[in-house]
């Protein structure tokens, strides 16, 4: 199992370009979350997807849309960049197995940086 | 307000010595506890984590945390440090899309 993967690993953008974070999970879990890593202030939640077909806004959700596109993928989009959106950005899947209910599988991240 | 709270920014303790990292919390309920590392250019892994029963929970990598609910923390131990161990460390409580994050401790090891 490849467990989380997330694609590209970096990416430069001009302010007002837009791009797609694209993540997958092969671990057969309903639960992904997006999250964004920035110096001094862990992991905010951007958007999260409970189960296939449902998405929901987190803690800091603005300039951004979601599309979890089946099970396996849950993708990331920035339609107008901002310097304020230069980040790394985190995806997560949430395991539904007992015994490891809870835990979050973490992606390598996308290193994001917007001029 | 729910919140995790992490003291120490960074520290830096020598190859072979003891390591604590301290965690704090804030949560309504009954928390779930969780600790991850993160190596540079990584995403997280999960080093250990308490939902119920004994306080004293073991992970990966040599690691343990005890649950101290009457002082709402959760420090992760390690009784002898390797240079392997240089990361930084998250702690974070909550379950889901409601789980919140500390604002990490990054370890420095020396010779």
């Known amino acids: 199992n490849a467990g989380v993967t997330q694609t590209p690993k970096f990416q430069v953008l001009k302010t007002g370009q837009s791009m797609t974070l694209q993540c997958a999970q092969d671990m057969n879990h309903n639960s992904m979350y997006w999250y964004r890593q920035d110096p001094g202030m862990g992991l905010r939640l951007i958007y999260y997807?409970?189960?296939?077909?449902?998405?929901d806004k987190g803690e800091v959700p603005n300039g951004y849309n979601v599309s979890r596109l089946n099970k396996r993928e849950f993708s990331l989009r920035l339609e107008s960049a901002a310097p304020s959106q230069t980040s790394v950005y985190f995806c997560a899947s949430r395991s539904s197995r007992v015994g490891a209910e809870e835990t979050q599988y973490f992606g390598p991240g996308t290193r994001l940086l917007v001029l | 307000a729910q919140s995790v709270t992490q003291p120490d920014i960074h520290i830096t303790v020598s190859e072979g010595a003891s390591l604590e990292l301290r965690c704090n919390y804030s949560?309504?309920?009954?928390?779930?506890l969780f600790w991850y590392v993160q190596s540079p250019g990584q995403g997280l892994q999960l080093l250990l984590k308490y939902f119920s029963g004994d306080t004293l929970v073991q992970g990966i990598k040599g690691f343990e945390a005890e649950f101290k609910r009457s002082q709402s923390s959760f420090n992760l131990r390690k009784p002898s440090v390797h240079w392997s161990d240089a990361a930084e460390y998250f702690c974070a409580v909550g379950r889901g899309f409601k789980t919140i994050f500390g604002a990490g401790t990054r370890l420095f090891v020396k010779a």
């Open positions: 949560y309504g309920a009954t928390p779930y």
């Open positions: 997807s409970a189960s296939e077909g449902t998405t």
